[in-house]
């Protein structure tokens, strides 16, 4: 009932930035957190931001605190997320995905995904 498509990945050297986007429809996600995954080969899917229905709340991991930023435009139904100083281990592809609670870090919290967005961050 959500369909979420990101946008925005490419290549970009270390210490560069990136801004994703995912745009969703077929149903507002203005009442729905909104949080973003990645997904490196080999590795397990991993948190990387959430932000609240009403943007008043948003959560990173260590890993990435201080140089992403997660952001909704209700309006536009659309969540984005700002990356600055982009490392080499950022490299992922990224998701992005809905569920209707607060906020949440778990992947299972979340009832929509997009199908993700390729970053490679080279050194």
């Known amino acids: 009932q959500v369909h979420l498509v990101e946008s925005g990945g490419g290549l970009v050297q270390a210490g560069g930035s990136l801004r994703l986007s995912c745009a969703a429809s077929?149903?507002?996600?203005?009442?729905?957190?909104l949080g973003w995954f990645r997904q490196a080969p080999g590795k397990e899917r991993e948190f990387v931001a959430a932000i609240s229905w009403s943007g008043g709340t948003t959560d990173y991991p260590d890993s990435v605190k201080g140089r992403f930023t997660v952001s909704r435009d209700n309006a536009r139904n659309t969540v984005y997320l700002q990356m600055n100083s982009l490392k080499p281990e950022d490299t992922a592809v990224y998701y992005c995905a809905a569920g209707p609670h607060h906020s949440s870090s778990w992947s299972y919290e979340y009832e929509y995904w997009g199908q993700g967005t390729q970053v490679t961050v080279s050194s």
């Open positions: 077929g149903r507002t996600v203005s009442n729905y957190a």
